[in-house]
């Protein structure tokens, strides 16, 4: 999986958030989560690593935001 990629779809989500579409905001941040473990599972590196994290802990804060 993609960093820029996943960064658009969070960036989609955020809107989604701000246009208080909850449900649909809710099924794209599992969507996203899912791309992220996937991305954490094949990361070549540290930075990877960092950088997938940083994004899944962003996705967890913005989906606490719409349960």
Request: aromatic share 2%.
């Given at each position: 999986?993609?960093?820029?990629?996943?960064?658009?779809?969070?960036?989609q989500l955020m809107v989604l958030i701000?246009?208080?579409?909850?449900?649909?905001?809710?099924?794209?941040?599992?969507a996203v989560l899912e791309m992220i473990?996937?991305?954490?599972?094949?990361?070549?590196?540290?930075?990877?690593?960092?950088q997938w994290g940083k994004l899944e802990?962003?996705?967890?804060?913005?989906?606490?935001?719409?349960?």
């Amino acid at each position: 999986m993609n960093l820029e990629v996943v960064k658009k779809e969070v960036m989609q989500l955020m809107v989604l958030i701000a246009q208080n579409k909850k449900v649909e905001a809710k099924e794209v941040a599992g969507a996203v989560l899912e791309m992220i473990n996937e991305g954490l599972d094949f990361a070549a590196t540290d930075e990877d690593l960092v950088q997938w994290g940083k994004l899944e802990k962003i996705v967890n804060e913005l989906k606490a935001k719409v349960d």
